[in-house]
């Protein structure tokens, strides 16, 4: 079956930097990502997709980038900010609508 | 546009008893609503993919005696936890997914926390 997942937790980052969160999958045949934020006890909220045919996406202050030789998947967030503090999950999809999300990296941001 | 909402955003109820949460679509018909269940400091789990007018499509593992779900029409989806048990208690969000063109975006509610005590 299709697994997507994180590396990392946790990430910590100082107010300004720019952040990068990771993500690996397993299955080739997942052809469709997105990343989502999710703040506390709320639901996910979207913030850049990209599709297996392309390499790279910037959206407003994020960048999404896709290797598909390494099934890996990264989120750029630019000049973080206090508001960027969630937990972000990437997810895949491999043409039936359904997503599969992976665990999630919580991003702190240090003022 | 694109807003999907839930209700009630939280539930106490005894064990034993059942516990239905709704998802509605306010400004979009979905043909495709999901739900989901997340544990405390986990992600997403899919349950099931609901149809609007057909069976819901479970996920393996997830019973469907246990977890009813009804699409009776294009903005409105309901779970119906039955016999809630303790460990059914959980974060529930549903998403809904817009028709257009070919995209598989999905719009997600605000969730429902559900404390079986």
């Known amino acids: 079956g299709e697994n997507v997942g994180l590396h990392l937790p946790t990430l910590s980052v100082q107010e300004g930097d720019n952040s990068i969160i990771n993500c690996a999958y397993s299955?080739?045949?997942?052809?469709?990502f997105i990343w989502y934020k999710q703040e506390s006890g709320k639901g996910p909220q979207f913030i850049i997709d990209?599709?297996?045919?392309?390499d790279k996406r910037q959206g407003q202050r994020v960048t999404v980038l896709l290797n598909k030789t390494v099934k890996h998947l990264s989120l750029q967030i630019a000049a973080t900010q206090p508001g960027d503090s969630a937990v972000y999950f990437c997810a895949g999809s491999k043409g039936s609508y359904k997503l599969i999300f992976g665990s999630g990296t919580r991003l702190l941001v240090r003022p | 546009g694109a807003v999907v909402s839930q209700h009630p955003s939280w539930v106490i109820c005894k064990s034993g008893t059942s516990v239905k949460i709704e998802c509605r679509s306010l400004?979009?018909?979905?043909?495709?609503m999901f739900w989901y269940r997340q544990f405390p400091k986990q992600s997403l789990m899919l349950m099931a993919t609901?149809?609007?007018?057909?069976?819901?499509?479970?996920e393996q593992g997830v019973e469907k005696d246990k977890f009813l779900i009804n699409h009776a029409s294009l903005t409105l989806s309901t779970l119906t936890v039955t016999s809630a048990h303790p460990e059914d208690s959980s974060f529930y969000i549903c998403?809904?997914?817009?028709?257009?063109?070919?995209?598989?975006?999905?719009?997600f509610g605000p969730g429902t926390r559900l404390t079986v005590t």
């Open positions: 998403s809904a997914r817009a028709p257009r063109d070919l995209s598989y975006e999905q719009y």
């Open positions: 400004d979009f018909q979905a043909t495709t």
């Open positions: 299955n080739s045949a997942s052809d469709y």
């Open positions: 609901s149809n609007e007018g057909s069976k819901a499509t479970y």
């Open positions: 990209i599709r297996s045919n392309m």
